[in-house]
Structures are given as structure tokens and as C-alpha cells.
């Protein structure tokens, strides 16, 4: 059973940053993919960042990048998520997910994640 701990989010001005985070354990296959989904209200879950923790690939919501970064600590099999240059569009709830790669790809879908954070809201205002 794999267990997932956020931590981070809050309200920031348009411009800031905040830091989100996420440690998983163990570290199984199950947490080969490890990453950031978003959901606002009235809107369907979104994928943000998503990094492979084996091999090391990263991608990224064509809407955050260059201004998000996903941030990897292999012995603490934690995920970090900068996000730089905060938009109002960013509001949501941020949820990390994890599950298991295939083919040494992570999965595109919220539906195929298997195990999942409780979530942390971010409130970015204008």
C-alpha cells in the first residue's frame, strides 16, 4: 500500500511562487511515476507535471511551462513542484498522484493513477 503525503499550497499575488510537496513510500514500482494533477471548480482534473523516477523524464501542462518546475529527491522519494510566475488561472486544487510506469512512460490519464494525495489548494489572485 502506497502512501502519499502533500504538503505546501496557499494564496500568493499574480507573479509569486509557492513550493508544493510530495513524499510517497515505499518506493516501488508503484511511485515509478510521481506528479501533480489540478482540478478547478466546475472543470475535470488536469495533469500539471509528471516526473519518472527511475529514469528521470519529466512533462509538463503546455499551460505551466517555463514556469513550473518538478523536482525529484530519490532517497526521500519525494517530488517537489516550483511554480514561478503564479497566474489566477492557477487557482485549484493540487493533488499529487503516483503510479506505476509502462515502457518507461507515465501515463497521461488521472484515471490510471492509482494512489493519491488528499490535495492542497492554491489561490493565486489578481
Known amino acids: 500500500q502506497v502512501q502519499v503525503m502533500e504538503s505546501g499550497g496557499g494564496s500568493v499575488q499574480a507573479g509569486g511562487s509557492l513550493r508544493l510537496t510530495c513524499a510517497a513510500s515505499?518506493?516501488?514500482?508503484?511511485?515509478?511515476?510521481m506528479g501533480w494533477f489540478r482540478q478547478a471548480p466546475g472543470k475535470s482534473r488536469e495533469r500539471v507535471a509528471m516526473?519518472?523516477?527511475?529514469?528521470?523524464?519529466?512533462t509538463y501542462a503546455d499551460s505551466v511551462k517555463g514556469r513550473f518546475t518538478i523536482l525529484l529527491d530519490i532517497p526521500k522519494n519525494t517530488v517537489y513542484l516550483q511554480m514561478n510566475g503564479l497566474k489566477p488561472e492557477d487557482t485549484a486544487t493540487y493533488f499529487c498522484?503516483?503510479?506505476?510506469?509502462?515502457?518507461?512512460?507515465?501515463?497521461?490519464?488521472?484515471?490510471?493513477?492509482?494512489?493519491w494525495g488528499q490535495g492542497t489548494q492554491v489561490t493565486v489572485s489578481s
Open positions: 498522484a503516483t503510479t506505476g510506469s509502462t515502457g518507461g512512460r507515465c501515463p497521461d490519464a488521472a484515471s490510471d493513477y492509482l494512489n
Open positions: 515505499p518506493r516501488t514500482h508503484a511511485t515509478s511515476c
Open positions: 516526473k519518472h523516477t527511475f529514469n528521470g523524464a519529466d
